[in-house]
């Protein structure tokens, strides 16, 4: 019990040593540092999330400047791409150019040059018959054929004397494989009264034509590709049917030269440079 008394009285002793003063600076210290603790946990947590934040920010840069490098690629391509495109565009231009020149200078001569164009034709042809016409008009050549050279009356039957006829029209179209020929025939008003396949004018225009293409293909070396059948009947009058000599002009087969625009201006071009030789 003794030892008891004497371990108290040392404790206090030593409690005693430490001043209120003393402790009150230490707990005041205390809260101090604990207060900078909370503040510096405060700002790192701050900072983790602007570090996050940043993070992202980055990768997205990234991301835009992978898009941006790919998209730099694209439009060196398509920088090419519409250099050429300009370029051909230009081309096409200074073609259009030159055949609006050639168009205005024909134009200009039209008169002259059509009537060279119709007289090279005719002289192609070979043929100065008054019952074979060769116009040009708007770019189409017309050849036109009376049917007395080319038929009986009311028949179908290419005659003898018409193969002659269609050997120099042929030579004609054959020597512009490109064109395209229309073959046209006509009738006068004069109801058709035959029997057989044949039931009117209508069908006598068309058979007439493909028997003049079937002469033109199957003897004379035409292209059957180049050809076309047309029938017109009696709907298509040069004049009125109001007389015999009327109505013979009606009845004939028509040859319609179908140049592209360029031929036909490759054909005006040749005709101005003759003339001008």
């Not at 990768?59 to 730099?72: D, F, H, P, R, V």
């Not at 250099?83 to 609006?100: H, P, Q, T, V």
Request: charged share 30%; with cysteine.
């Amino acid at each position: 019990m003794r030892k008891i008394v004497i371990a108290l009285s040392v404790l206090a002793l030593l409690t005693s040593c430490v001043s209120k003063k003393k402790y009150t600076d230490l707990e005041a210290r205390n809260k101090e540092t604990q207060d900078l603790l909370n503040s510096c946990t405060v700002k790192l947590n701050s900072c983790l999330e602007e570090k996050a934040g940043l993070t992202a920010t980055v990768a997205g840069l990234k991301e835009q400047n992978t898009g941006l490098i790919s998209t730099s690629k694209d439009m060196t391509i398509l920088s090419t791409k519409g250099a050429e495109n300009i370029e051909k565009a230009l081309e096409s231009i200074k073609e259009k150019d030159l055949k609006i020149s050639r168009m205005q200078d024909a134009l200009t001569k039209k008169d002259s040059v059509t009537l060279a164009l119709v007289t090279s034709l005719k002289s192609s042809v070979g043929i100065s018959d008054p019952d074979i016409e060769i116009n040009v008009e708007k770019g189409v050549v017309f050849i036109s054929i009376a049917d007395k050279l080319l038929f009986k009356t009311g028949s179908y039957d290419v005659t003898d004397r018409a193969k002659s006829v269609l050997a120099k029209v042929a030579k004609v179209v054959n020597d512009k494989p490109d064109f395209e020929c229309m073959v046209e025939g006509h009738t006068d008003n004069v109801p058709y009264k035959g029997s057989g396949v044949l039931l009117d004018n209508w069908d006598l225009s068309v058979k007439r034509s493909t028997s003049i293409i079937r002469v033109l293909t199957n003897q004379l070396g035409v292209k059957p590709e180049q050809l076309i059948a047309a029938g017109r009947s009696s709907y298509i009058p040069l004049v009125t049917n109001d007389s015999a000599e009327n109505r013979a002009r009606n009845r004939r087969t028509r040859i319609v030269v179908l140049p592209k625009i360029d031929q036909f201006y490759d054909m005006i071009e040749k005709e101005m440079k003759k003339q001008k030789q």
